[in-house]
């Protein structure tokens, strides 16, 4: 193979690799991205067996053919080249490959095109067009909730529910849950239920994030697939029945507090400081016209910061995990938000007020300090 590719091209499209490709690199294709180049394009595809990506961008292709390459170090070797075009060609035993740039010249160790792993194709599925923008924000909105390290792997993705009028998100570590519904400008027969793996969601947001997409999606018989502009992320679908989340958002909050969004976050930030490291608690005291943060350890001593808010309901203490009250204020878009109480050991809602064109709702379970 041998073809031309400009710097910025190139470049642009394999940065969106470098966290699709296997890090632990026990199989060692899965490391490498796959360059394909024939007509006037050159196709890259990567994939770790749980989510594929496939790209293309422009390309003088002088010799059509396939190579694979380690898509860190020719990530990091475009990257550093001078403006301009990139050569990338094989060499006649196939068993190296020549990456150069103005006066630059590299030779890099491939690995054989048939150990690459076929990907799974689209077409056949439930499909749907979904607005880019309103999917990027849902993504941001939920992707944190989701479990790390949960030995109930239906939790280590969210909950994808599309539907002819609103789509909606929704992910859960046991503590928290966050869920978002937005409108869908769909048609009859988009009804497609999916538990996507956190990883895909955090590869969907950085594609999303690139510009204004329409995204094509397709639930297939395993795999999902999304297509935005000229890249298509495939994923495996958690197999698995996610929780009943409905049951678990509280219908009988009858206590509320409003809070500016800014002023509240830099007050759990600041008494933050000073709380446990381990369970980073912070307590509200809510009383008539205030609420005072508060957080307290052996180590580090202690730190309060009242808040003047409208409120006139019964005297309560509830503690949270610092963290968790703030992965909420720092997506939330609407600069008041409301704090939904019943007392001080059942799940308190939190959400935006006046949310313009969706509902978002963040259940958080407090703490028993």
């Keep these: 193979m041998e073809l031309v590719a400009r ?52 390309a003088a292709v002088n010799k059509p ?52 792993p076929s990907l799974p194709e689209a077409g056949g599925g439930v499909k749907a067009t979904i607005n880019g923008k309103s999917l990027l924000q849902m993504v941001t909105k939920t992707q944190f909730a989701i479990t790390g390290e949960d030995t109930r792997f239906y939790l280590n993705g969210a909950q994808f529910i599309l539907k002819p009028d609103d789509m909606t998100l929704v992910a859960t570590d046991g503590h928290r849950l966050a869920l978002v519904t937005n409108k869908h400008d769909g048609k009859k027969g988009d009804d497609i239920k ?29 795999h999902l697939f999304f297509e935005i502009g000229p890249r298509l992320l495939i994923s495996r679908m958690i197999d698995g029945q996610f929780p009943a989340y409905d049951r678990v958002i509280p219908k009988g909050n009858d206590k509320s507090v409003e809070f500016e969004r800014d002023r509240l976050t830099q007050a759990v930030k600041r008494v933050a400081i000073l709380s446990n490291e381990r369970s980073r608690a912070v307590k509200m005291i809510l009383e008539k016209g205030k609420v005072d943060v508060t957080s307290s350890s052996p180590e580090f001593g202690e730190a309060h910061e009242p808040i003047t808010v409208d409120y006139s309901g019964p005297s309560l203490t509830i503690c949270f995990n610092a963290q968790y009250v703030l992965d909420f204020l720092n997506v939330v878009e609407s600069e008041i938000v409301a704090l939904e109480l019943k007392d001080e050991v059942s799940q308190a809602v939190m959400k935006p007020v006046s ?12 703490m028993r300090v």
């Design 7 to 58: 710097k910025a091209d190139l470049v642009r499209e394999l940065q969106f690799f470098q966290q699709i490709v296997e890090r632990k690199n026990t199989i060692p294709i899965l490391a490498n991205v796959l360059l394909e180049g024939t007509g006037n394009e050159c196709t890259l595809l990567a994939t770790d067996l749980e989510v594929a990506l496939r790209s293309r961008c422009e």
């Design 65 to 116: 053919g396939s190579v694979t390459l380690p898509a860190k170090k020719l990530y990091e070797v475009v990257r550093a080249l001078p403006d301009g075009d990139v050569n990338i060609e094989t060499d006649k035993n196939g068993t190296s490959v020549k990456v150069s740039g103005g006066q630059f010249s590299s030779k890099m160790p491939t690995l054989p095109r048939e150990d690459f």
């Design 194 to 222: 999916a538990i996507l793996p956190r990883k895909t969601l955090a590869e969907l947001a950085r594609l999303l994030a690139e510009g204004d997409h329409e995204v094509q999606y397709e639930r297939g018989e395993n």
């Design 355 to 366: 949310a313009d064109g969706y509902d978002y709702t963040y259940v958080i379970m407090p």
